[in-house]
């Protein structure tokens, strides 16, 4: 599997851009997020990628953020949705207003998206709901107080099954610059209350 792409911007052309690395051209379909975002032609990028084999062909996503990449990746497991669609999701709404959306349960919004119907958005927001929480911090729960460590200790307290809520609240009662091990401890005490 092809990981990321570094090197030279050769081309873009809405949805797509051309990637020079190392004198091989590679064409990547991009979110218009990703797209709008990347330098002029001739500049150096690096980009995530995510390679999807099909029958008649061999295509490549590309993304600036590795949650354009995850989000993707939890659209692509939802029947119905192929990468085309998961494509135009993440080029009508970022990764958060999707994650927001899908909290709020908020179908309208994902309608207003080309190409997304009101049973595919039900479909979306009855599969995704939960599956996003690693993704995105979407407004109106506590993002992480202490940079990354504070992110960490919420990306395990997600593994271990905690809800954002619970996960949200739990680094809430942490002390400003804990680490990580100790503020895991901490947070699953919290918890266990």
Known sequence: MIGSLSGRLAGKSPPQVLLDVGGVGYELDVPM?????????????????HLVVREDAHVLFGFATAAER???RELIRISGVGPRTALGLLSGLS?????????????????KVPGIGKKTAERLLLELKGRLASVAMPDGLAA???????????????ALGYNEREAAAALK????????????????KALSR
């Open 95 to 111: 990764v958060d207003e999707l994650a927001r959306a899908v909290q709020s349960q908020d179908g309208v919004r994902l309608t």
């Open 144 to 158: 992480p107080a202490a940079g990354t460590a504070a992110a960490d200790i919420e990306q395990a307290l997600l």
């Open 70 to 72: 995850q989000a993707f």
């Open 33 to 49: 997020s990703t797209f709008f975002n990347l330098p002029a032609v001739g500049e150096p990028v690096q980009l995530l990628t």
């Open 173 to 188: 009662g942490l002390p400003p610059g804990v680490g990580v091990s100790e503020g895991i401890k901490l947070a699953l």
